[in-house]
């Protein structure tokens, strides 16, 4: 063997120590390893279970979505909701045009598990003489609605009257509804077994009427639209609709001159899409604003029923089922007649200063053929505002403010039965008004929660044979 070649054998014992060596090695490079392991990568992980946030029952809890509790509006979004009524109602999130045939009308929604109250057992179109309501605020405030609706009922009053802005319902787009608060209201009334008067008007922005004022949509047929939709929805549910309010005033007519013409025809497609719906339902016209004032601003209200009994072609059948007024008592005690007002300066001198003004209107209706038909009194009271110079002049005292409430009620029943129907007065103030507003003084409680503060207007209400 060569030399070389000889090298390449290890000596003997070699090959056992060089394997202690090499095990040596490994054992602490393994060791090393693990250290790293445990240093860098054996940190604790992030959970991959999910973190379940339980939050406060929603106040909204009796029908549809939660919404929260505030005085500033809210945006919702568009829900399907359960249907108030035994049957099925049209889905929110869709419109039903009068070009429709049944065939083509949208699936019903899913009724949530929470049923709601019986439907009210049918009352009819003829209400007694009179019946007894009040004007609240229901809308964004359901904790101090709920307080507010059993101090109506507490009071042995049978009707609560709510404004509906057609705007806070079908608001975004044509057929895309917001139904929650509605929803609400009218569960809540059912509950406790108050008959509900919605007063609809502020169209929204895509039907036009001069937007963002208070006026008539561009097309009559857009409300018919809307009009149909609701009462389908709230069949039995909701026994009285009031179509707008106080069109005689170019405030509440898009800023235009009002225009009796138009009104009666908004009126009549009201009429026609309700009664397809719900046959049941009282169709109450307008109340008209008392005034003597004959201008682009404004038409007088006797003059202004004229107009719509002229517009009508002298009958009222296919337009509404009740007159709607309003009578604002102003410095007169509830007894005093037109002419009295007419006739006396401590009154105001015109014939609209006083709550009989509502037998004018009557009359009126008595020359039409009208007789058989009933008037309700949509807005009525006396204020004690000290403040705003408009009405301080006619300011009355608390106390007289309930006098004459009271004595309002007894002369409409001794005197105008059986054609007086409902006579709701104005108001259960709203929680967010202050002495700034002027009405706050026309108000039978003062705003508060979670107190209900009644004024002595209220207490003698109570208290009122009925």
Known sequence: MSRMKMSNVPPKGAGRSAALIWGALALVLVGAVGLVWLLFFN????????????????????????????????????????????????????AVPSSLPPTARPTPSTPMATPPPPTPSPKGLRMNS??????????????????????????????????????????????????????WIVHECNKLGLDLLVRIDHQPQWAGGNYPTNGPPNKAGDLGDFLYVMATRYKGRIRAYEIWNEPNLAREWGGRQPNAVQY????????????????????????????????????????????????????????????????????????????????????GGERFFCFRRVEDLRRIMERYGDAGKQAAVLEFGWTSDPIHE?????????????????????????????????????????????????????????????????????????????
């Open 130 to 183: 009179p019946e007894y309501g009040m004007q609240a605020f229901l809308w964004w405030r359901p904790e101090v609605a709920s307080r507010d609706m059993g101090m109506i009922k507490d009071a042995g009053f049978g009707w609560v009257k709510q404004n509906i802005g057609w705007r806070d319902v079908e608001g975004a787009v044509k057929g895309t509804f917001d139904w929650a608060r509605v929803d």
């Open 390 to 466: 408009a009405y301080s002049w006619h300011a009355v005292s608390e106390e007289l403010k309930a006098d004459y409430f009271v004595r309002a009620y007894a002369w409409a029943k001794a005197h105008w039965s059986p054609w007086i129907g409902l006579m709701s007065l104005i108001y259960i103030a709203d929680p967010d008004w202050t002495e700034s507003n002027e009405q706050y003084w026309w108000a039978i409680s003062v705003p508060g929660y979670p107190d209900f503060q009644p004024r002595p207007a209220y207490l003698k209400l109570k208290a009122m044979a009925k």
């Open 264 to 347: 009666t025809t908004l009126l009549r497609e009201a009429y026609r899409r309700i009664k397809q719906a719900d046959p049941s339902a009282i169709v109450i016209s307008a109340g008209l604003t008392p005034t003597g004032t004959s201008s682009p601003e404004a038409t007088p209200d006797d003059a202004y029923l004229e107009q719509m009994y002229t517009a009508m072609g002298g009958k009222s059948d296919g337009y509404f089922d009740v007159l709607g007024v309003h009578a604002a008592g102003y410095k007169a005690p509830p007894e005093v007649s037109p002419n009295e007002a007419d006739n006396s300066p401590n009154y």
């Open 43 to 94: 940190q604790p992980q992030p959970s991959t279970t999910p973190v379940i946030t339980r939050t406060p029952r929603p106040t909204f809890t009796a029908v549809g979505p939660a919404v929260q509790s505030t005085s500033t509006p809210l945006s919702l979004p568009t829900a399907t909701l359960q249907q108030p009524t035994a049957t099925q109602m049209p889905p929110t999130a869709t």
